[in-house]
């Protein structure tokens, strides 16, 4: 039977959950890290050269290394929906090809039919948090405390919006920003539905994003709970606080990282010192990749091809680590996972039943985490907008529509023969295909060689298709 469905039924969650409820007895906590705009390259572990991060190279030695763990989509607003959701941005209306994200004039979110894993969770008892950049609506309706949160500390969109005018504003300030520099971007900081500075001092947004996880976790340790922790760090304009300026050898884009990795461990410890570190898996990943237009203040993709906003390997491959000592089987998974495969997964080992209604996209991985069985996914779908620029099918990725990647149609120009690409996306005559196994990179295009693998993920494309239906584009309204 082909494996082409990319969604699982509620009904097929429902089992998966009672199949765990024999074996546990208690609910594990949750929580995610989720860095904004961290490259594939910019972790020690996953190596960079010059970066350290000592505390996630030694979760992802304890845990698990997934090398090929992808966003659910290239830029922020999307691929947040598709972690929170567990569904295809497309699915929510969260995506657009004239917006790619949520701005501070948007009038948009994350609409309420949406269930969120905080509300799934929170059904089930859970106490659940939301710290950092949310980035799925400003607007009250579409707040974290009315997406299934109890609480929510952080920037509600991106840390580089509401530039102030008449400052003075360019792109050049974006390598040169200093410290003093955060007055130029008057984004708010929120706690719960309430603006409590502005603008936030960036300077120690990291810091305050950490303190208040270690003081939710000391709060909630008694009752399973969930933490979101979306830092909005390495996302440009860099910030760190005073004890980290100056201290990596990869400049301020390492002393930033450096931070976050500092906040891993702050996170760590007091998970051990609440004595609840064998009951709480951790997920650290990113939204998408490294937006390399701003040079040294972007990250890395390492050694993959493309970056933020584009559908090559860089653009939504993210460095990824699982953490729950003594319960995951140690090593590194180099099967497919998406963050459309934590909501079920979450789910399955908390014993939540998934809200039905609704398609979803991802599988449950509980069986990878505890090294009893490979991954039941071999399709990822790439989507740049609202449309499916690229499709994964085991070994094999196929190109079907290419486009520069986010934010500039010249710094990093796809050069393809017999094809100028301008600011407008390519349907491409002829789709490429890679294999990106032995070509991660995506350098060597096979597509005449395998003809039968292309017509293949052509029916992928087309079976998904059918399951795609229109609704309400939150990102234009
Ligand atoms: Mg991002």
Not at 112 to 132: H, M, P
Not at 311 to 329: A, D, N, Q, V, Y
Not at 403 to 426: C, F, S
Request: with cysteine; proline share 6%.
């Amino acid at each position: 039977m082909k494996k082409t469905v990319l969604f699982i039924s509620m009904s097929f969650c429902f089992l998966l959950g009672r199949t765990e409820q024999k074996v546990k007895s208690d609910k594990p906590n949750f929580i995610i890290i989720f860095a904004d705009d961290l490259g594939y390259g910019d972790l020690g572990i996953f190596g960079h050269p010059t970066i350290k991060t000592p505390t996630l190279d030694r979760l992802a030695a304890e845990g698990q290394k997934w090398t090929n763990f992808y966003a659910a989509a290239s830029v922020c607003t999307p691929s947040r929906a598709g972690l929170l959701t567990g569904r295809l941005p497309i699915r929510s209306g969260m995506c657009s090809n004239k917006r790619r994200v949520l701005f501070p004039d948007s009038n948009g979110g994350l609409p309420q039919s949406e269930i969120t894993i905080a509300r799934a969770l929170k059904e089930n008892g859970y106490k659940t948090a939301a710290i950092g950049k949310w980035h799925l609506g400003h607007k009250q309706p579409f707040l974290p405390t009315n997406h299934g949160f109890d609480s929510y500390f952080g920037i509600p969109y991106s840390n580089d919006m509401d530039k102030i005018e008449g400052d003075n504003y360019f792109q050049d300030n974006f390598i040169f920003a200093e410290d003093e520099y955060f007055h130029a971007y008057n984004v708010p900081l929120m706690r719960n539905e309430e603006i409590v500075e502005r603008p936030a001092d960036q300077r120690t947004i990291t810091k305050r994003y950490t303190e208040e996880t270690v003081n939710k976790i000391k709060e909630m340790s008694g009752k399973p709970f969930f933490i979101y922790l979306a830092h909005s760090l390495p996302h440009i304009p860099l910030f760190r606080s005073a004890n980290f300026k100056g201290r990596s050898l990869a400049g301020i884009y390492g002393d930033v990282v450096e931070e976050i990795d500092w906040s891993v461990e702050q996170i760590v410890n007091a998970l051990e010192e609440e004595g609840v570190a064998e009951n709480t898996l951790v997920v650290f990943t990113s939204d998408n990749g490294p937006w390399h237009i701003f040079k040294t203040h972007g990250g890395s993709s390492g050694l993959l091809r493309g970056a933020k906003g584009g559908t090559f390997e860089g653009g939504m491959r993210e460095p990824t680590i699982f953490w729950w000592p003594g319960k995951l089987k140690p090593g590194v998974v180099m099967d497919m996972g998406t963050t459309l495969d934590i909501f079920p997964t979450f789910c399955a080992l908390s014993n939540t039943i998934m809200p039905g209604g609704r398609i979803y996209d991802g599988y449950n991985i509980t069986t990878i985490l505890m090294g009893n069985a490979a991954a039941e996914r071999d399709v990822v779908l790439y989507y740049r907008g609202e449309r499916v620029y690229a499709i994964r099918k085991g070994d094999f990725k196929a190109h079907f529509i290419i486009q520069n990647e986010y934010g500039t149609q010249t710094a990093h120009p796809i050069t393809m023969p017999n094809i100028e690409l301008k600011r407008d996306p390519v349907v491409l005559e002829k789709p490429l295909l890679y294999n990106v196994n032995v070509d991660p990179g995506e350098k060597y295009n096979i597509a005449g060689q395998y003809p039968e693998v292309l017509k293949e993920i052509k029916q992928v494309l087309e079976a998904h298709l059918k399951t795609v239906r229109v609704v309400e584009n939150q990102l234009e309204k």
